[in-house]
């Protein structure tokens, strides 16, 4: 069986992180996994949606402590082997910031460390009820700074803080109330919910959606007057799409539109 499933349904990619006996932990294996199918899904336009998810009971338990254990065996103490793991981590979250598509995070039991760095790198997020996100490292001596990045930008600075220097857990109300996540659903409903989002993503133009998913990360981290003109034009170049021109009409006359697309 895979470490990492895929299947679609429809414009929709669904992703399943499977080691439930670890937790779904981002092994040196599952980032690489990770890192290769976000690759392939950048290539991939007609899909327009991709929902990330885990096996078992746990959405991902962060790092593989085992295999961050054995890395410190190296004779600089693990130094290189570490440096490489956060990169290679690093790029499997700027990945999801990259792809065209939305990612949305499917999320039940907990999703903790660098799981709840995946989760607050998706672009948004669906959570069963009794869903706990924390970054806990400060609990075993290892303050959480590569998470502190992701969560930083989802949530306000005092409560990103208090996560990070308690080691506490939130609960999926108070994740989806401080931004960290969209919506919170009964667990039976969370498959269904999630595909839901999906579809109706994927039912937008994805020439559309890809260009304003790359200006909305981007405007960001601009001050207010330069992110006005850079999305000024981002809506030039979009509002000369045909497709877009064929939107409006299908507006006008009250009729669906014909997408290319």
Known sequence: MALLERHETGAVAHLQMNAPDKLNALSDAMLAALKEEFDRLAEQPEIRAVVLSGAGKAFCAGHDLKEMTAGRQAEDGGRAYFRDLFDRC????LSIRRLPQPVIAQTHGIATAAGCQLVASCDMAVAAEGTRFGVNGVNIGLFCSTPMVALSRNIGAKHAFEMLTTGQFVEADRAMALGLINRVVPPEDLEAATEELAQHV?????????????????????????????????????????????????????????WDQ
């Open 90 to 93: 690093t790029a499997v979250m």
């Open 202 to 258: 994927a039912s937008k133009l994805g020439a559309a959606v890809k260009i304003g998913k790359q200006a909305f990360y981007e405007q960001l981290e601009m001050p207010i007057d330069e992110a006005y003109a850079h999305t000024g034009q981002v809506m030039v170049e979009n509002m000369l799409y045909r497709d877009t021109e064929e939107g409006i009409a299908a507006f006008l006359d009250k009729r669906p539109p014909e």
